[in-house]
C-alpha cells in the first residue's frame, strides 16, 4: 500500500510585500455602502421627532389612517394622566411598563375604535368649519429621553384656521410649545392639543 504525503507547510501571508493601493477602490466601496445603510436606517426607522411629525402631517391631510398610524392608543392608556415628564423617574418608567403590559387586549381594540371615531368627528368638524386648517411644527426644542424607547419631545406647534363663517367661527392663528411623549416612535401623549 503506498503511503500518501500530506502537505503541512501553508503557504503565509505576506505582509510585506502586500499591495495595499490595489485593494484601496474596494475599502472604500464597502465604507460608503456602510454610510448609505446607516444613514438609511437613521432615515427610515423612524423616531420620536418623525412620530410628531407624521401625526401633524396626517392632521394636515384629514388622514384617519396616518393619525393612527403615529398613535400607540395602549401608551396613552399606560401613561394616561399619571406621569410628569419633568419628574419622570426610573421607578416611573418601571411602572409605566408594568401598566404598558397589562392593557386588557380587548379593551384596546374598543379604544383603538373609539380614538378613531373620535378624530374622524373632530376632523369633520374642521372640514365644515374652517376652509383652511394647517398645523406645522415650527421647529423642536428639545428631546428628552425618559427611559428606553420613552421620549418628550418639545416641538413649537403652530395652528392657522381660516374660517368659513366668520360670524359664527374663530379664526385660529397660534403657536406654542407642547410636549409630546413618544414610546417605541409612536405618540403617547399629545401635550394637550384635544382630538
Do not use: C, Q, R
Not at 402631517?57 to 398610524?69: A, E, Q, T
Amino acid at each position: 500500500m503506498e503511503e500518501e504525503t500530506i502537505n503541512t507547510d501553508s503557504k503565509k501571508f505576506d505582509f510585506k510585500n502586500f499591495d495595499y493601493k490595489k485593494y484601496l477602490p474596494f475599502v472604500a466601496i464597502a465604507v460608503a455602502v456602510i454610510v448609505v445603510i446607516i444613514l438609511l436606517v437613521t432615515l427610515l426607522g423612524g423616531g420620536p421627532k418623525k412620530a410628531v411629525k407624521g401625526f401633524v402631517s396626517g392632521m394636515n391631510k384629514k388622514d384617519v389612517s396616518k393619525i393612527m398610524k403615529n398613535i400607540d392608543v395602549a401608551g396613552m392608556a399606560a401613561w394616561g394622566y399619571s406621569y410628569d415628564v419633568d419628574d419622570f423617574s426610573e421607578d416611573d418608567y418601571d411602572e409605566f411598563l408594568d401598566k404598558y403590559k397589562d392593557i386588557d387586549k380587548d379593551e384596546l381594540k374598543d379604544a383603538n375604535k373609539d380614538m378613531e371615531d373620535n378624530l374622524d368627528d373632530s376632523l369633520h368638524d374642521m372640514s365644515k368649519d374652517y376652509k383652511s386648517y394647517k398645523v406645522k411644527v415650527e421647529k423642536f426644542k428639545d428631546v428628552e429621553k425618559l427611559g428606553k424607547d420613552l421620549y418628550a419631545v418639545d416641538a413649537k406647534i403652530s395652528i392657522v384656521a381660516e374660517p368659513k363663517d366668520k360670524e359664527e367661527t374663530d379664526e385660529i392663528d397660534e403657536s406654542e410649545t407642547v410636549t409630546f411623549v413618544v414610546y417605541k416612535n409612536k405618540l403617547i401623549s399629545l401635550g394637550g392639543i384635544g382630538l
